[in-house]
């Protein structure tokens, strides 16, 4: 996984004028907080990180380092490019649901599983306020995620162990 600088550029470019077509002037409405990806940790669907298979067909998901590497500085670029135009301005993070496990450990995958390639939310959390506070922590938070459904499946005394 990797992006260009043209995609980079694109991306900033993209953002900054979001930022500053949406958050100077209440005539064509204010954008104070910007979320970037929707439900990242479900990598397959939502962030169209495709992983490998091995020679016997098994998903093999992308090293979550290599990926929470890439997220975090698309999250900090979207960040930088925002506040250049509103400095109260807030990027967040969306995520799931499920919080202390991935799909792909909860349902303990053995095959060619490609939906399922995902991670836990608390690890993409813990990951960012570890690595970006010791790189220059900015102001970031996460989205609320309200789903049109219940979400009667979530179950935290299951997949946090820290309910147990």
């Not at 996984?1 to 694109?10: C, E, L, Q, T, V």
């Not at 979550?64 to 670029?77: D, V």
């Not at 250049?84 to 053995?110: E, F, M, R």
Request: glycine share 4%.
């Amino acid at each position: 996984m990797y992006i260009s600088n043209a995609g980079r550029d694109y991306w900033i470019a993209a953002m900054e004028f979001m930022a500053n077509r949406y958050s100077q002037s209440s005539t064509l409405g204010i954008v104070n907080k910007f979320i970037v990806g929707n439900e990242i940790d479900y990598t397959y669907d939502w962030y169209l990180l495709q992983p490998n298979t091995d020679k016997n067909g098994k998903v093999q998901r992308v090293e979550f380092n290599t990926f929470m590497e890439e997220f975090a500085r698309t999250f900090r670029l979207a960040n930088n490019a925002v506040k250049k135009y509103n400095a109260s301005a807030k990027v967040l993070i969306s995520l799931t649901h499920n919080w202390a496990q991935s799909t792909y450990d909860a349902y303990n995958v053995t095959g060619n599983h490609l939906e399922y390639n995902s991670y836990a939310p608390k690890d993409i959390l813990d990951w960012i306020s570890k690595y970006e506070k010791a790189r220059g922590d900015y102001d970031w938070g996460v989205a609320a995620h309200p789903y049109p459904i219940g979400t009667t499946s979530s179950n935290p005394t299951k997949t946090d162990p820290s309910w147990s």
